[in-house]
């Protein structure tokens, strides 16, 4: 087994198991975190709860989102020291832009979608409002196996974001 494939491997694993631990957000985040040995504020890793659906967007893209930024984005101090408009699309915006593009593109080959309800209409045959405390109690009631399909959803966003990171850093000559 080739070394990317160990690291997809793993964050698929963790992915698996940090869902219902975590939600979907801040299990994706930290499967990939920790797979590609990258830090996680506690402030960062507190943001990423309200990602988890409460967005509209898929929480577990959302927290690959998350895992891309931090891998690719800039800090403060990087903008400051060259706050020139024209770094907005600078290489590092291209090399995170690309690599955000190469998993949201992933959710809609497989879901149809990246948007939660989306996602939701695909593997459940409808969507539930997850803000709306009756709509969450039906998604609860109907969906018996909605824990096992968010984790199934949370472990492809970890290995699809890690094996993004991996091509892009291939790409790019290991930005």
Not at 77 to 96: C, F, P, V
Not at 147 to 168: D, H, K, P, S, Y
Request: hydrophobic letters at 40%.
């Amino acid at each position: 087994m080739s070394e990317a494939s160990r690291l997809i491997a793993r964050a698929r694993q963790l992915g698996r198991e940090s869902m219902g631990k975590y939600a979907c957000a801040e299990g994706t985040l930290l499967a990939v975190a920790d797979t590609l040995n990258m830090p996680v504020s506690d402030d960062v890793f507190k943001a990423t709860i309200g990602l988890s659906s409460m967005s509209g967007g898929c929480g577990a893209l959302c927290g690959a989102i998350a895992a891309l930024g931090l891998r690719f984005g800039r800090t403060r101090a990087a903008y400051h020291e060259n706050s020139d408009t024209t770094q907005m699309i600078g290489k590092w915006y291209r090399t995170l832009r690309q690599a955000v593009k190469r998993v949201r593109d992933r959710f809609v080959t497989e879901y149809g979608g990246y948007l939660c309800y989306d996602i939701q209409d695909k593997l459940f045959g409808r969507s539930y409002d997850s803000l709306d405390p009756v709509e969450l109690e039906a998604l609860m009631q109907t969906q018996p196996r909605g824990l096992e399909v968010c984790r199934q959803v949370t472990e492809n966003a970890a290995g699809w974001t890690v094996e993004a990171i991996l091509e892009t850093e291939a790409a790019s000559g290991g930005t």
